[in-house]
């Protein structure tokens, strides 16, 4: 009769369950016949009679029924005199019934002697008692093992912490989900358990279920009994495989429990679905539990509405409570004010603390002042943190020195880790080598990536490779877009004025005359002058030539030498000789050489003309 071994202290906490405020009359019954027989002298009703007075707190009363069970034998009556004991303050007599009670085979009171030399620092002994504890299929002995196990990093401590968490031990199935957590991590996608199969709970033996799969169903079990951190993992799990209704939930559930992270979590998941008012709810419930995470979320909310004092306040709290982003923050919050002092002393608390972009932003502060020799080791230590931002920073500042090769290996490794720009930069590099398959991958990534100026330039790389085509015969059906002209679109469609003129010359080629016009107008009113002269040009071969003129002259203003010169020849033709020889002389000003050397032979004639 091992009942108050197993039932009489609560989880983890060695503390007596409270009797409920409310008698029951069978209790009542049962307890008054427990009372006649132990009168009686009846052993078991002794010893179970101890236990509902130990379970009610009724010490006294307890400890003489007790003891004269423990007296005539009864295991369980000693492991609960032990229990008494301890409560009262006598350890090393608690002990010693415990032992008696254990010898004679009392998991529970083994469990108890396990934990009472651990306390002590006697692990050995520790580990002998719990073990017998945990062989004899007691649940908490079992943890108890396990957790020995673990701090002493024996291997053997995952199958005692699963064995208590198949028995319903709702902290072990948490942290067997755990250390199958961080068992996945370290092996990396695709690695699977060795273990000799065991039946999980869907029935598929676990050897036959990934790591992952296995942490799940534990946190799954754990969360269901209530634990609150179980709950989260699993919350953040269904999140990641994007089942966000059942991932609420379990946020809802923990949140409700007293998990600020939980409620934080919560908060984000309400932000992303558009609900910004709960989302700042369970922020503000996260940010008064501590949780720096979500004072910094609150911080940015105010931050957003132009409310920047209490931004400020959110970001102070959350610096308060240990979290470094809050000085990050109110280092952008103060730079974004012209509070240059004050940016650069939050940038440096929140760097010094190790935080890359912190370093990376006061770097950027210092070169915007002029201290390029103070940004640089700023700049690079974010950028060795693994800062992408700093990595492409410190290329171009030994660029702007001239020192290309440690630019372009800053941009390779900023390249590497997705930074567009930098992946621009290299490719560009990459060209001007003469490595066109590296130059054309690089240009590959940044384009693909939305870089207008790299999808421009492998459009021209493609281009190149092109051989020349025939313009279509009348009545010929439109060749297809070649790869390098919806390259050049892609960058053209962004805005991008050189592709755009591109795009209309390939336009042009092919006789779509309409969607040529229609880009090099684009770039033209865009302030290329290159689109404007080809804009004239189409419009004077379809006959608008005043048109035309006035395109002409946007693009001779803006530098065009043959825009200048195309104007020259019109004004001739009209017999507007003095304004011919004017434009004439500015194309001879603009060249390029065969430009400059027909204007002059164009304003000699004028000139001529005139004099004659």
Not at 22 to 28: K, L, S, T, Y
Request: hydrophobic content about 45%.
């Amino acid at each position: 009769m091992d009942v108050m071994g197993d039932k009489a202290t609560l989880l983890e906490t060695g503390r007596f369950v409270p009797s409920s405020d409310r008698e029951d009359p069978g209790a009542v019954a049962e307890e008054m016949r427990h009372r006649a027989a132990a009168e009686a002298g009846d052993v078991d009703a002794m010893s179970v009679l101890g236990s509902l007075l130990l379970r009610r707190g009724d010490l006294d009363g307890a400890e003489s029924l007790l003891r004269a069970a423990t007296a005539a034998g009864d295991r369980a009556a000693a492991n609960n005199l032990g229990v008494l004991l301890h409560q009262r303050g006598y350890v090393e007599e608690a002990a010693g019934w415990w032992r008696i009670a254990a010898v004679a085979g009392s998991a529970a009171a083994a469990h108890a002697l396990g934990r009472h030399h651990r306390e002590r620092g006697d692990e050995p002994a520790a580990e002998y008692w719990l073990r017998q504890s945990a062989e004899q299929g007691h649940t908490l002995g079992a943890y108890a093992l396990a957790d020995l196990l673990e701090h002493r990093g024996d291997a053997g401590a995952e199958r005692w912490m699963r064995a208590a968490a198949e028995r319903g031990h709702r902290e072990a199935a948490y942290r067997l989900a755990r250390a199958l957590d961080r068992r996945a991590e370290q092996e990396g996608p695709g690695d699977s358990e060795t273990r000799a199969p065991r039946l999980a709970g869907d029935g598929r033996p676990e050897g036959d279920r990934s790591l992952v799969e296995q942490a799940e169903q534990w946190y799954r079990q754990a969360a269901a009994r209530g634990h609150r951190r179980a709950a989260l993992h699993l919350g953040a799990i269904l999140e990641k495989r994007g089942e966000l209704k059942e991932a609420g939930r379990w946020y809802l559930t923990s949140a409700k429990d007293g998990e600020a992270k939980a409620a934080c979590a919560l908060g984000f998941l309400l932000r992303d679905a558009g609900d910004e008012t709960n989302a700042a709810v369970w922020w503000l419930k996260a940010a008064q539990d501590g949780d720096g995470n979500a004072a910094n979320a609150l911080g940015a909310l105010h931050a957003e509405r132009g409310e920047t004092q209490t931004a400020e306040r959110w970001y102070r709290a959350a610096l308060d409570a240990g979290d470094v982003n809050g000085a990050y923050n109110l280092g952008l919050l103060c730079a974004e004010q012209k509070r240059t002092a004050q940016a650069d002393q939050w940038y440096r608390r929140a760097a010094y603390a190790g935080h890359r972009e912190a370093a990376n932003a006061l770097a950027v502060l210092l070169l915007q002042g002029g201290d390029a020799a103070g940004a640089e080791p700023w700049f690079s230590k974010a950028a060795e943190a693994g800062s992408v931002d700093a990595a492409f920073n410190l290329g171009i500042l030994y660029a702007s020195r001239g020192d290309d090769a440690q630019a372009l290996r800053w941009y390779e490794r900023a390249a590497a880790a997705g930074h567009t720009e930098a992946a621009l930069q290299v490719g560009t590099a990459r060209l001007r080598e003469g490595d066109e398959q590296e130059a054309e991958r690089h240009l590959r990534c940044a384009a693909g990536a939305g870089s207008a100026e790299a999808a421009y330039r492998l459009g021209t790389v493609l281009d190149a490779r092109r051989p020349a085509a025939a313009a279509p015969a009348l009545g010929e059906p439109v060749a297809r877009k070649s790869e390098c002209e919806e390259w050049y679109e892609r960058a053209a469609q962004q805005g991008h004025r050189r592709a755009q003129v591109r795009v209309g010359m390939l336009a042009a080629g092919r006789g779509d005359v309409v969607e040529a016009a229609r880009w090099y107008r684009l770039a033209a009113e865009a302030g290329s002058r290159n689109g404007a002269f080809n804009l004239g040009l189409l419009l004077a071969r379809e006959g608008s030539e005043p048109e035309a003129a006035l395109w002409w002259t946007r693009a001779a203003d803006a530098g065009h030498g043959r825009a200048a010169l195309r104007l020259a020849l019109l004004y001739a033709r009209r017999g507007q000789l003095a304004e011919g020889q004017r434009w004439a002389a500015r194309a001879v000003d603009l060249g390029p050489a065969e430009v400059a050397e027909r204007a002059a032979r164009l304003g000699e004639a004028l000139r001529q003309e005139l004099t004659a």
